[in-house]
């Protein structure tokens, strides 16, 4: 009697559930489960660079920070580089270095001799290499960005195939057996729907990181392009040199070419007027006191060229 009794209580004893994931993990199997594997290694990696990322980018911007200050209070471009001084892992100090290294380079010549100045082309030279070094500096810090842009993009998609491919195989079960219950559907469409969740949790993190990491590195790159320029500014004021015009160079070039003279066609000469010689007398006069005046407005050079 008593082990009937206890028989009875415990069949009208209601069932405790399972927490929801514990249950949804229970019922996963198949293409699934592999999708849920799959999400989990892309989580890993979203968040391993997420959490590079910002590190790097915490020390990028404390690094510049400090070299700002210390640049800045330079006299001369090139006294930073001269005292050997290291910073890695300094973005500005990298793109500094490498216009240094440059100009160092542009002021020596073939035999070893330094040079107080550079040329024009020189300086060129230099402003493109300091460009790519801008380039290849917000390349570095752009490095695995790759990762989060498929998580963003690519879990979603991978939880949605993963449920459709779980309700198909439930529905195609309960096809085949004649049994579409609700007890019979339900784990299988729960077990589907799993694979959504875990897409979404995948990529809603990454979507934030990589929309924060993506303004902070735009911001780092404007700033290296600031500083570049305004670096190439203060080595082109300090060794580009200023070549002097000489007011002199024109004229001495266009005595050089040969001058071409055009000859003035014949005009008929009217018949001498023999009443009045005095005025062209006169004429000619007037005529040579013009040349005289004209030879006294060139600069001596043409005279004596002349």
């Not at 892309?42 to 660079?49: E, G, I, L, P």
Request: aromatic share 8%; charged share 20%.
């Amino acid at each position: 009697m008593n082990t009937l009794q206890l028989l009875a209580a415990a069949g009208s004893a209601p069932v405790v559930p399972k927490p929801t994931f514990q249950y949804v993990w229970e019922q996963l199997e198949g293409p699934g489960l592999a999708i849920i594997v799959v999400l989990v290694l892309f989580s890993t990696c979203a968040w391993a660079v997420m959490a590079t990322k910002a590190w790097q980018l915490r020390r990028a911007r404390k690094y510049n920070r400090y070299f700002d200050s210390e640049f800045r209070g330079q006299k001369r471009v090139l006294a930073m580089f001269e005292r050997r001084i290291s910073a890695e892992g300094c973005p500005l100090f990298n793109v500094y270095q490498e216009g240094c290294m440059a100009l160092e380079e542009r002021l020596r010549d073939k035999e070893g001799n330094r040079h107080r100045y550079v040329s024009l082309k020189s300086m060129e030279h230099i402003k493109g290499l300091i460009e790519s070094s801008v380039a290849r500096e917000s390349v570095a810090l752009e490095s695995g960005l790759i990762l989060l842009a498929i998580a963003v993009s690519g879990a979603p998609f991978m939880g949605l195939l993963g449920t459709v491919w779980g309700v198909m195989e439930v529905f195609s079960r309960a096809a085949q057996v004649g049994n579409a219950s609700l007890t019979t559907v339900a784990p299988g469409v729960a077990a589907a729907l799993a694979t959504t969740v875990a897409g979404l949790l995948v990529a809603i993190p990454s979507m934030f990181g990589y929309n924060w990491l993506v303004h902070n590195l735009r911001v780092a790159t404007v700033e290296m392009d600031n500083f570049a320029q305004e670096l190439a500014a203060k080595i082109e004021a300090e060794y580009l040199q200023d070549v002097p015009v000489n007011a002199r160079e024109p004229l001495k070039t266009m005595a050089a070419e040969p001058e071409i003279r055009v000859e003035p066609k014949p005009q008929s000469q009217p018949e001498p007027n023999p009443i009045a010689p005095a005025a062209a007398d006169e004429t000619k006069v007037e005529f040579d006191d013009a040349n005289d005046v004209q030879r006294d407005l060139l600069p001596p050079e043409t005279e004596a060229q002349s």
